[in-house]
């Protein structure tokens, strides 16, 4: 089967940095992908690794792991505003083709 | 440019009864996923249509089905409604060779009474 295993709950202090972690298991594995979901609203795409490494957007940083099927997202300059749902979401070659992870809700304290 | 429209945004219906939810894509898009979202849950895929064809399905039964139209437009419809399918259902487009990148509505709330 395909899943993707998050943190549920992560708190930090603003002007801090957090990392959040997703393991997956998934068969013709293409890429993860990261979104972020304000309660009540709709998730917003953040950032996409198909290579192994780090991609940089801004305060959003994501990493890719193929070997370890790991990669996380790096939020850095913590705001108020960034207090949210993150999911990470994997794209593979099975029917199901994207598979998100249950979700890490970041709480961020002054 | 217009983003992903979603209608209705709340919707109530009974156990028994059909619902048929819609979905209008971003600009440009040609791929459009369905997701079902329950509270505190991530989003679980339903199916995918890529120029009006079914291109992926998600472990959901058949009174789940969908409709892709020539603008890319997109329908969502439940039949047999039970108290289990209520839920955020939230559909994303895509554009063409980019479905790891997509954009999301802002979902129809679907209570099952």
């Known amino acids: 089967g395909q899943s993707l295993e998050q943190p549920s709950e992560v708190t930090a202090v603003e002007g801090a940095i957090v990392q959040i972690n997703c393991t997956y298991q998934?068969?013709?594995?293409?890429?993860l992908s990261w979104y972020q979901q304000h309660d009540g609203g709709a998730p917003t795409f953040l950032s996409y690794?198909?290579?192994?490494g780090l991609e940089e957007t801004g305060r959003f940083s994501s990493f890719l792991s193929r070997s370890d099927s790991y990669g996380y997202l790096l939020l850095q300059e913590l705001q108020m505003k960034d207090s949210a749902s993150y999911f990470c979401?994997?794209?593979?070659?099975?029917?199901?083709?994207?598979?998100f992870g249950s979700g890490t809700r970041l709480s961020i304290r002054p | 440019e217009t983003g992903v429209t979603q209608s209705p945004t709340h919707l109530i219906k009974t156990r028994g009864q059909q619902v048929t939810l819609r979905c209008s894509s971003q600009?440009?898009?040609?791929?459009v996923s369905w997701y079902q979202q329950a509270l505190g849950q991530g989003p679980q895929f339903i199916f995918q249509?890529?120029?009006?064809?079914?291109?992926g399905r998600g472990n959901f039964p058949p009174r789940f089905s969908g409709l892709q139209f020539p603008n890319y437009s997109s329908e969502l419809n439940v039949n047999a409604l039970e108290l289990d399918d209520s839920a955020l259902y939230l559909c994303?487009?895509?554009?063409?060779?980019?479905?790891?990148?997509?954009?999301f509505g802002p979902g129809t709330r679907l209570t099952v009474l």
């Open positions: 998934t068969s013709g594995f293409y890429g």
């Open positions: 994303a487009s895509s554009a063409p060779g980019t479905s790891d990148t997509q954009y």
């Open positions: 249509y890529y120029r009006e064809e079914e291109n």
């Open positions: 600009s440009g898009h040609n791929t």
């Open positions: 690794n198909a290579l192994d």
């Open positions: 979401a994997g794209e593979g070659s099975s029917a199901s083709k994207i598979i």
